[in-house]
């Protein structure tokens, strides 16, 4: 059964910056996309970005312009995704949780990132 695995959470001072990875145990990426979420303490799971198969990107509107989504043909044959988050702010603390976009839908397991002042 393909999994998805997390990585790159971590701690880091408002206006930092922080590279998450998720990485499929499959080939999946060029099947669907795949979409990044994060869900804060008390909150509910939201949105962040998605990318498509095709290669396209959006983003929530609480993260366009700082958070992107590399479109490199190589992390696709490395069967990962990147989320590159700049001029990260107190609010983006979350644990971030990729999700593979096919059927069934893949939820990774979540990696924790800590914003702090």
């Known amino acids: 059964q393909v999994q998805l695995v997390e990585s790159g959470g971590g701690w880091v001072q408002a206006g930092g910056s922080l590279r998450l990875s998720c990485r499929a145990s499959?080939?999946?990426?060029?099947?669907?996309?795949m979409s990044w979420y994060r869900q804060a303490p008390g909150k509910k799971r939201e949105w962040v970005a998605t990318?498509?198969?095709?290669?396209?990107?959006?983003?929530?509107d609480s993260v366009k312009g700082r958070f992107t989504i590399p479109r490199d043909p190589r992390d696709r044959a490395k069967n990962t995704v990147y989320l590159l988050m700049n001029s990260l702010k107190l609010e983006d603390t979350a644990v971030y949780y990729c999700?593979?976009?096919?059927?069934?839908?893949?939820w990774g397991q979540g990696t924790q990132v800590t914003v702090s002042s």
């Open positions: 999700k593979w976009l096919g059927n069934p839908p893949l």
């Open positions: 990318l498509t198969k095709e290669g396209s990107t959006a983003y929530a």
């Open positions: 499959g080939n999946i990426f060029s099947i669907d996309g």
